[in-house]
T-cell receptor, first 113, second 118 residues
């Protein structure tokens, strides 16, 4: 059973702080990793993708991947109230048109003004 | 990013009726479309994978005769919930993968359809 674990949360941080969201996965052959943001009642929106070990930065977001530890994280700098949402970690084991994403259960982030 | 449109966004129906949900890729041709279901405060659960012109592949535990999927073209897939019951009330979300994105796995999601069965 391929699993994606997001066990921490809900998470509450003050505005301007760094929010750190963590995710672990069980399938060692996983190749692609994604963070989606989902506002209440809405569908997920892709905010970051990462494919190789290390850090990837995009604006206030930084994704970190460590394949040896089977760990992927998302850092949100200068957190804003508009960042309050559920963040879903998703992992894909193989490439190809029919390859499936496995989602974690999500971490709910609340940014306090 | 690519645009995926889903319709209707909300639907309320009586128990025993059928409901059709459409998913369209607006600015790209989708090699594959995926249908997910999400119950309140739960994660997305994959229901089925569909390719244009082929029968859909359903995940274990998903009734193919109840959730009919048609993928008639590279830009349109439909999900029909047949003889809907209150336990089918959920948020149904489609997603699509286009040519050229098969190597990255990236998916683009529709807006979702909230089904309420009375």
């Amino acid at each position: 059973q391929k699993e994606v674990e997001q066990n921490s949360g809900p998470l509450s941080v003050p505005e301007g702080a760094i929010a750190s969201l963590n995710c672990t996965y069980s399938d060692r052959v996983s190749q692609s990793f994604f963070w989606y943001r989902q506002y209440s009642g809405k569908s997920p929106e892709l905010i970051m993708s990462i494919y190789s070990n290390g850090d990837k930065e995009d604006g206030r977001f930084t994704a970190q991947l460590n394949k040896a530890s089977q760990y992927v994280s998302l850092l949100i700098r200068d957190s804003q109230p508009s960042d309050s949402a559920t963040y879903l970690c998703a992992v894909i084991a193989s490439t190809g048109a029919n390859s499936k994403l496995t989602f974690g259960k999500g971490i709910t982030l609340s940014v306090r003004p | 990013g690519a645009v995926v449109s889903q319709h209707p966004s909300r639907v309320i129906c009586k128990s025993g009726t059928s409901v059709k949900i459409e998913c369209r890729s607006l600015d790209f041709q989708a090699t594959t479309m995926f249908w997910y279901r999400q119950f309140p405060k739960k994660s997305l659960m994959l229901m089925a994978t569909s390719n244009e012109g082929s029968k859909a592949t359903y995940e274990q535990g998903v009734e193919k005769d109840k959730f009919l999927i048609n993928h008639a073209s590279l830009t349109l897939s439909t999900l029909t919930v047949t003889s809907a019951h209150p336990e089918d009330s959920s948020f149904y979300i489609c997603s699509a993968r286009g040519w050229g994105l098969a190597n990255t796995g990236e998916l683009f999601f529709g807006e979702g359809s909230r089904l309420t069965v009375l």
